[in-house]
C-alpha cells in the first residue's frame, strides 16, 4: 500500500518573531498544537518534523518526539532538499506539506486535500489557488515523485526555499484546488498563522476560546465564534496578507468542496 507522510517544517530561527514553534499556546507549544491536528488527519500513515542542524534543531526534535513524529534533519536554506530527504527517510509515496506555524489547521479540511490527491490522480492538491479558507489552514498534498523531480530540477531560490513553486507551475503538473462553493469574505480575510508578535496574540485568545467550545477543530467552527468577537479579530489584522492568494495561479482546476470525491 501507498504510503503518505505528513511533514511539518519547523525551526527556530525567524526575525519576525523568534522561536516561534517553541512559544507557549494553551498548554503546549505553536508546533505541538500543529502536531497533535496533523496527527488526526484521514489517510496519514507517518507524522515527520523537518528541521535544522544545530542546537535549535535538536530543540525542534526533542519537542517532536515527545508528540510521536519522525525527525529528519536537513539544510535550513534549501527546504525542498529538506523534504526530498524527510520524504525518502519515511518512505513515503505521498507528501501532506503543513508549516509549524499554522496551529489551527483543520484535520478533516487536510483530509479532504490529501483524498483528493489519489481520488483524481493529481500531482499537486492545495486549498489556497485561489484563497477559500482562513490564511493558517492551507495545506498542500502531493506525490513523492514530483517532489523528487522539483529537488533534481528546481533552480530558483524561491523554488528551492518554499518546496512546491515548481509543481505549482509547472505544465506537465496534474494540479487541483479544493474552493468553498461560495468562499466567505470574512473566513478568507482571517489570519490563523503565526508570524509576528500578533499573530501569537490572537492564536492565544483564539484558543481560549475554541476551549470554551470544546476544543472543535474544524476551521467552520473558530470562524463562526470569531464573527462574534471582533475585539480578537483586531489583535492581528494589520497582519492580513490575503490580497496575494485572491488569484490562484494558472493550471489549477477548481474542485468544489462537497462535490469532490473526497471524504471528510
Known amino acids: 500500500m501507498p504510503v503518505t507522510a505528513a511533514i511539518v517544517q519547523a525551526r527556530l530561527a525567524s526575525s519576525r518573531l523568534p522561536g ?17 491536528r496533523v496527527a488526526l488527519v484521514p489517510g496519514v500513515d507517518v507524522l515527520c518534523v523537518a528541521t535544522v542542524p544545530g542546537e535549535d534543531g535538536e530543540r525542534i526534535a526533542a519537542e517532536a518526539k515527545v508528540r510521536g513524529a519522525e525527525v529528519f534533519v536537513g539544510s535550513e536554506t534549501d527546504v525542498l532538499a529538506r523534504y526530498a530527504g524527510a ?9 501532506l506539506r503543513v508549516t509549524s506555524d499554522c496551529p489551527f489547521v483543520d484535520p478533516g479540511l487536510a483530509g479532504e486535500v490529501l483524498g483528493l490527491l489519489a481520488a483524481e490522480h493529481a500531482d499537486l492538491v ?15 498534498a502531493f506525490t513523492t515523485a514530483w517532489l523528487l523531480r522539483a529537488q533534481r530540477e528546481a533552480n530558483t531560490d524561491l523554488e528551492r526555499e518554499h518546496v512546491t513553486p515548481f509543481i505549482r507551475n509547472h505544465p506537465e503538473a496534474r494540479r487541483i484546488s479544493l474552493s468553498e462553493r461560495v468562499p466567505d469574505p470574512f473566513a478568507i480575510s482571517l489570519r490563523w498563522a503565526v508570524d509576528w508578535p500578533e499573530d501569537l496574540a490572537f492564536a492565544r485568545a483564539s484558543q481560549a476560546l475554541l476551549e470554551v467550545a470544546g476544543g ?15 475585539d480578537i479579530v483586531a489583535l492581528n489584522a494589520m497582519r492580513s496578507e490575503r490580497e496575494r492568494f485572491t488569484a490562484g495561479p494558472a493550471g489549477f482546476r477548481v474542485v468544489i468542496r462537497g462535490d469532490s470525491r473526497a471524504q471528510r
Do not use: Q
Request: proline residues 7%.
Open 20 to 36: 516561534k514553534a517553541l512559544l507557549p499556546l494553551g498548554g503546549m507549544t505553536v508546533l505541538a498544537r500543529c502536531l497533535a
Open 87 to 95: 520524504a525518502r527517510s519515511v518512505g513515503a509515496d505521498n507528501v
Open 216 to 230: 472543535d477543530m474544524r476551521c467552520e467552527t473558530l470562524t463562526r465564534l470569531l464573527r462574534a468577537r471582533p
Open 126 to 140: 492545495a486549498n489556497n489557488a485561489p484563497a477559500s479558507f482562513p490564511y493558517g489552514v492551507d495545506c498542500e
